[in-house]
């Protein structure tokens, strides 16, 4: 039988260990000591330096199952999780890297092995890209005759444009051009270019028929300035990154990332309490959870908590997408989410000790604020109904700034589930005004309740729990005797 999430996870990290990789943990998701960084979004995150070389490592050759959230910032996939087979909010990671030890030859050669022998995926339905060549850099020639040389037929060797297959550290810094491994996961999968009458834009497509299951990036450039010219590195590196998820699917021979066993127990638990079978025609309210629920229970264990600021805020509404999606679309009347993070950490908990650590706090976390939605979600939606039916009388499209920002101070709907709710009804928001709103409230000290707010929200957790180490936790229900700050 098929190989378990599990045991894809440390396959991986045992065939790089094999090849003198260091074995190196997963950092948290939130990144330490970068302030420009959301959330941990891939493996290279906590390797920046050494890529830098501003910080040196007893190593040169690493791997590594990296815990990663995509869902604010640069790398935003949350308005795609529920309805793609391949995104979540919540992920991890596998990657090797080299830090100016091995360069193409041997990370082209790895991850083929790694994915045709080891894996034993069928080469039939593999495919890679290269760089094309733009904005006047050179097209990556020694990457397309490495794939050859691994027996890869020219045809399933695609070159692709700077947005796709081309990465940079940020404007200054180390860059490169990247390789893709894609898997053919059918052409009778649904195409969203093709239903807007256009063809099907194969491995550069949105939709689900090829899916990317892995990424090497070939760190061989520097810039020295922003837009100045590329130099090259002398001691070039490798980052790679593989969703374990998507490994998964391909290996269990699904087509979606949730019909793997990382999400099955999650969602049989969802259609339980929902009383409705998953099936992935009408399954996307119950992916949403069992995604929001993950990526719940893995930003709590981090440190982080629902408020209205910064990383609070992204976590509380992708907390509260859940709990509407959860209210609304499966018409589930009592607090359920907590019940979902629970199961989430029943299952992931060997893999993952901190989740199981922080068990207590985290079922509290989730409560409070299905809570807290909850007294206020259904007047919010009625207020919505009341206004979309104005709107449709008088011919109008866009639900106005005002109303947005009174949905989100009065009501606590974030502006983006002001937005989906308005979108599935044909209507748009005047994001722009809302945002005049709020900014002229964050100038008036008089009106910024935003973070006071979420104190008030840490501190009635705090003493409902009594304690934020939970090491003395009996397991019962019953507070322990943990230190209390
Ligand atoms: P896609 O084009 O499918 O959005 P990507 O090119 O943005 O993926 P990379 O930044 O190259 O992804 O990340 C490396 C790998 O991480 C991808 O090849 C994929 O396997 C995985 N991955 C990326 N984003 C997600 C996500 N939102 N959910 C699950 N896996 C992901
Ligand atoms: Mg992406
Ligand atoms: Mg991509
Ligand atoms: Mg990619």
């Known amino acids: ?13 045992q065939f790089f260990e094999e090849r003198s990789h260091r074995r190196v943990a997963s950092s948290s998701l939130v990144p330490v000591g970068d302030q420009t960084l959301l959330f941990t979004n891939a493996g290279m995150v906590q390797f920046k330096d050494v890529f830098t070389g501003r910080e040196q490592r007893d190593y040169r050759r690493a791997t590594s199952s990296q815990k990663c959230v995509r869902a604010g910032g640069k790398h935003n996939d949350l308005d795609n999780v529920g309805y793609t ?6 992920f991890e990671m596998l990657g090797n890297f080299s830090f100016g030890d091995y360069f193409k030859p041997e990370a082209i050669a790895f991850a083929w092995e790694f994915v045709t022998k080891r894996l034993g995926l069928d080469i039939s339905r593999l495919a890679v890209t290269v760089f094309n060549g733009e904005k006047g850099i050179p097209w990556d020639e020694e990457a397309f005759a490495l794939w050859e040389k691994q027996g890869v037929a020219t045809d399933r060797i695609l070159k692709l444009g700077y947005k796709d297959n081309f990465w940079a550290m940020g404007d200054t810094g180390p860059c490169g051009p990247c390789s893709e491994i894609h898997y053919h996961q059918g052409n009778d999968i649904p195409c969203v270019e093709e239903a807007a009458g256009r063809p099907c834009q194969g491995v550069a497509c949105d939709c689900d028929r090829w899916l990317e299951i892995w990424n090497l990036v070939f760190m061989q450039f520097e810039r020295k300035e922003k837009d100045a010219p590329l130099i090259p590195l002398p001691k070039p590196s490798i980052d790679t990154g593989a969703g374990l998820e998507r490994i998964a699917a391909v290996v269990q021979g699904k087509r979606s990332n949730y019909d793997t066993d990382l999400f099955q127990g999650i969602l049989a638990t969802v259609s339980q309490l929902c009383g409705q079978p998953y099936t992935q025609e009408t399954g996307a309210s119950q992916r949403v959870v069992a995604d929001h629920a993950r990526a719940t229970a893995f930003l709590v264990a981090d440190g982080v908590q629902p408020s209205n600021v910064e990383r609070g805020y992204v976590l509380r509404r992708i907390m509260r997408r859940a709990i509407r999606h959860g209210a609304t679309q499966l018409g589930l009347k009592e607090l359920f989410f907590y019940k979902v993070v629970d199961r989430v950490i029943e299952l992931m908990g060997d893999a993952f000790p901190e989740l199981r650590e922080s068990r207590t706090f985290l079922l509290e976390v989730a409560k409070h604020e299905e809570e807290g939605f909850r007294r206020t979600l259904d007047r919010g939606l009625k207020l919505m109904d009341e206004e979309l039916a104005k709107l449709q009388t008088s011919g109008q499209k866009v639900l106005s700034g005002e109303l947005v920002f009174l949905l989100h101070g009065t009501y606590g709907f974030p502006w983006d589930l002001t937005q989906i709710i ?47 180490t939970f090491l003395g936790y009996d397991g019962e229900g019953h507070e322990g005797e943990g230190s209390v700050i």
């Open 1 to 13: 039988s098929a190989l378990t999430a599990s045991q894809i996870r440390e396959a991986f990290l």
């Open 85 to 90: 087979a391949r995104h979540h909010t919540f």
């Open 422 to 468: 308005a979108r599935e009804r044909g209507f748009d928001v005047d994001l722009e005004g809302y945002k005049k709103l709020m900014d002229d409230q964050v100038s008036d000290p008089g009106l910024t309740t935003n973070s006071k707010a979420s104190g008030e929200v840490f501190h009635t957790i705090l003493n409902r729990v009594g304690t934020t």
